[in-house]
């Protein structure tokens, strides 16, 4: 079974400057999640998707960051405009449901770093 | 509110016992997992265990759970070399499947 795959895995861009980042989830998994992982921390919650509807996204930047996931499978986080605080991996994680016991299974993440 | 926190740096040597700790704040959670993250890598899902028990083996895993402390440890048997990397500990608040991290105890293995 393939797993969780993103692209691109390497991103450097500067200040300002606009970033796009994409996502494919474990087919048949309806609960897609991305997260920030700033160094030397665990990672956060950005944003929860349950098919192609927002669960939560109580934690995403609105003034800069977007995310969507329009036929409920494929998802891209946008980063626009982006700020050196914003260098961080970001990690795509999905799961079958949005439950609790549904393990959540992550893709390689995609390290940002904005000079 | 919800807040897991984590001792930053153990290290160990080849074939001693690894004891991670965790606390957590969120009661509701039900259930609490630890996962592992190597240098380059994504996340992956050591174990977990659901919030009435007390304890769960899991081959040289070993997770303790004091829910009236909100306490939570990792107990690795016979750590390896391969063993070394990041365990993050994280809750779940409700059933919402959002996951809660703690900011990783980083595992060294001297051999």
């Known amino acids: 079974e393939a797993g969780v795959a993103q692209s691109p895995r390497y991103k450097i861009i500067e200040k300002r400057q606009s970033v796009a980042f994409w996502c494919n989830p474990i087919?048949?998994?309806?609960?897609l999640y991305w997260y920030q992982q700033i160094l030397g921390q665990g990672p956060k919650l950005l944003i929860q998707f349950q098919n192609n509807g927002v669960v939560d996204d109580s934690q995403l930047p609105k003034d800069r960051f977007s995310a969507e996931r329009l036929k409920g499978v494929d998802s891209t986080l946008k980063i626009q405009p982006a700020k050196l605080e914003d260098s961080a991996v970001y990690l795509c994680?999905?799961?079958?449901?949005?439950?609790?016991?549904?393990?959540?299974?992550f893709g390689p993440g995609t390290r940002l770093t904005v000079l | 509110g919800e807040d897991v926190e984590q001792s930053l740096f153990l290290s160990v040597r080849e074939g001693d016992s690894s004891v991670i700790n965790c606390t957590y704040t969120d009661s509701s959670s039900t259930y609490l997992y630890w996962y592992k993250q190597e240098p380059g890598a994504g996340l992956q899902l050591l174990t977990y265990?659901?919030?009435?028990?007390d304890m769960k083996q899991d081959q040289r895993l070993t997770v303790l759970l004091n829910k009236k402390d909100k306490h939570l440890s990792l107990r690795i048997a016979d750590t390896q070399t391969g063993d070394s990397a990041i365990y993050f500990c994280?809750?779940?608040?409700?059933?919402?499947?959002?996951?809660?991290f703690g900011q990783g105890t980083t595992l060294q293995v001297k051999p």
């Open positions: 087919s048949g998994h309806a609960t």
């Open positions: 994680a999905s799961s079958l449901q949005q439950f609790s016991t549904d393990t959540q299974y």
């Open positions: 994280a809750e779940t608040p409700g059933n919402t499947g959002k996951l809660i």
């Open positions: 265990i659901f919030s009435n028990m």
